[in-house]
């Protein structure tokens, strides 16, 4: 009875870090999906506009180690949790950079953003090997990994034109709100 527990708790977490690691691609390819449209909110040059994926993959690199050592030194809960808390912490700081209504406020966000999924990458590559065999193990991480390029390759499709539709941002009007709040509302309505 309890060996049959451990194996389905086994597959529950490998199934919940596949879907972790598909969200992840999804929003690691929305970034590709952004820039036009900041770019024609905040009337970007192309230079800033591409800025907004250096400081996406800035964070994956400033991040990386520091993540590792926290994982190392506690626990793949422990770094799992600080990755969820970093990146709801830059969701949240959306709405701050849309109420500013300013462009490196958005840059500040999305590296917040950045750093929390990198927390969760690094702590799920390794957690996910450790669910098993030893000697299935690279098995488990093709397959772990096979959902992060499903998920990079599905969000482009399906929230590129949502994102990107003209009609989106004249649907939404609101008197009070600038065209760059406007143009983020966009972003977060569904």
Partial sequence: MIGSFVVTTKYVALVAIAVLFFMMGVLTSLNDVLIPHL???????????LLIQVVWF?????????????????SYRTGMVSGYLIAGLGCLLFLLAWYLDNYYAFLITLFVVASGISFLQ???????????????????????HAFFALGTTVAPMVAGPAILDSV????????????AQQGAMTLLMP
């Fill in 39 to 49: 770019k024609a909110v905040f009337g970007l040059s192309y230079f800033q506009a």
């Fill in 58 to 74: 800035l964070a994956y690199m400033v991040n990386s180690y520091p993540c590792g050592k926290v994982v190392r030194q506690t």
């Fill in 122 to 144: 690094v702590v799920s590559s390794p957690y996910g090997a450790a669910l098993g065999d030893p000697s299935t193990e690279h098995q488990r991480l093709v397959f772990l």
């Fill in 168 to 179: 989106g941002t004249e649907r939404l009007n609101i008197g009070f709100a600038s065209e």
